[in-house]
């Protein structure tokens, strides 16, 4: 059975940056995507990035355009979610996930099989 276990939260100041990690352990080979997602106080939780397992195809969100960067070290078996310029609307948890297909159908049609526990991020001075 997959593990998804995060780390890397924290406070942090506005314009300032983090880097989450998700530590992949178990079926790994029946995944086809892991991504990030988050729940920030009032909202639904959402993608933000995702990554495919096999080919390494990235399927951004809006919201992580242009400030946030996943990635994925093989061998560590983790998967990174590099967050720059932090605004205080990016408070909230943060979520590893995984799914049976691929980094568009994880993150934008929300088709997840496996969650994280989440880790807090909060953006405050």
């Known amino acids: 059975q997959l593990q998804l276990v995060e780390s890397g939260g924290g406070l942090v100041q506005p314009g300032g940056s983090l880097r989450l990690s998700c530590s992949v352990s178990g079926l790994t080979a029946d995944y086809g995507a892991i991504g990030w997602f988050r729940q920030v106080p009032g909202k639904e939780r959402e993608g933000v990035s995702c990554?495919?397992?096999?080919?390494?195809?990235?399927h951004d969100r809006d919201l992580a355009l242009g400030r946030f960067t996943i990635s994925r070290d093989y061998a560590q078996n983790t998967v990174y979610l590099q967050m720059n310029r932090l605004k205080p609307s990016d408070t909230g948890v943060y979520y590893c996930?995984?799914?049976?297909?691929?980094?568009?159908?994880?993150?934008?049609?929300?088709?997840?099989?496996?969650w994280g526990q989440g880790t807090q991020v909060t953006v405050s001075s």
């Open positions: 996930a995984a799914g049976l297909h691929g980094p568009f159908r994880l993150c934008v049609l929300d088709e997840v099989d496996r």
């Open positions: 990554i495919g397992t096999r080919d390494g195809k990235i």
